[in-house]
């Protein structure tokens, strides 16, 4: 198979069944997301953006490089499963932060929010360790999903509870680097299970 200069939806046949939100609508977006997050902060005490990895790193890059203020970030990894599309609601950490969180203004980045158990459980542990306040930044939520109420400050787009992959999130490591958001084809995981 031959690919263009960059991955695109339309290499990928008939693996995703549709693109939910185009590379374009992200961008257009997150610049909103930008600017209500520099009107929610004073501007000498930007917050610290903590990203979970591996899926927000795309959006981490985005919202960054879209912020008009020093972005100083710090990077988790959770697992709450590991190739499988369902999740369990046990959270592991895979690696912890470098930074000491007391007293600060802490905005957490993430890809999406599905049943919220993860979230909620990374919002308490954060807090936890004395930050001053904890905020969360997604850019997709499945509101349909949610098993438990976690209080999202940032979303970009609320999406159906089918399983999507592009733009930082995956199906057993593939398609992060697919530039728009799109609905995996159920035949790509059938069987699994
Ligand atoms: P919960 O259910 O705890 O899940 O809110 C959050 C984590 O689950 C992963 N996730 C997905 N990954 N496509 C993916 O590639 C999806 O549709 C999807 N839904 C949930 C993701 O890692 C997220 O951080
Ligand atoms: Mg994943």
């Known amino acids: 198979r031959r690919y263009s200069s960059c991955m695109d939806a339309k290499d990928l046949g008939d693996e995703l069944s549709k693109i939910l939100v185009t590379e374009e609508q992200l961008r257009t977006r997150l610049a909103e997301m930008a600017r209500q997050i520099e009107a929610d902060?004073?501007?000498?005490r930007p917050p610290l953006l903590v990203g979970v990895l591996k899926g927000a790193v795309m959006v981490m890059a985005d919202l960054a490089r879209e912020l008009r203020f020093h972005a100083e970030m710090d990077w988790m990894a959770v697992s709450s499963y590991g190739a499988s599309t369902k999740s369990s609601g046990v959270v592991r950490i895979l690696k912890d932060l470098d930074t000491a969180l007391?007293?600060?203004d802490v905005l957490i980045v993430e890809d999406i929010i599905d049943s919220g158990l993860t979230l909620a459980w990374l919002?308490?542990?954060?807090?936890s360790?004395?930050?001053?306040s904890v905020r969360i930044c997604t850019?997709?939520?499945k509101p349909d999903a949610a098993k438990v109420e976690v209080d999202v400050a940032y979303v970009g787009f609320d999406?159906?509870?089918d399983f999507v992959v592009g733009y930082g999130l995956d199906y057993a490591e593939r398609y992060r680097n697919l530039r728009d958001v799109g609905v995996l084809a159920p035949h790509v995981?059938?069987?699994?299970d």
Not at 129 to 132: E, F, H, P, Q, V
Not at 189 to 192: K, M
């Open 41 to 44: 902060y004073p501007a000498d």
């Open 102 to 104: 007391e007293g600060r």
């Open 123 to 127: 919002k308490e542990n954060l807090e």
């Open 129 to 132: 360790r004395g930050a001053k």
């Open 139 to 141: 850019m997709l939520r």
């Open 159 to 161: 999406i159906p509870t």
């Open 189 to 192: 995981y059938a069987g699994e």
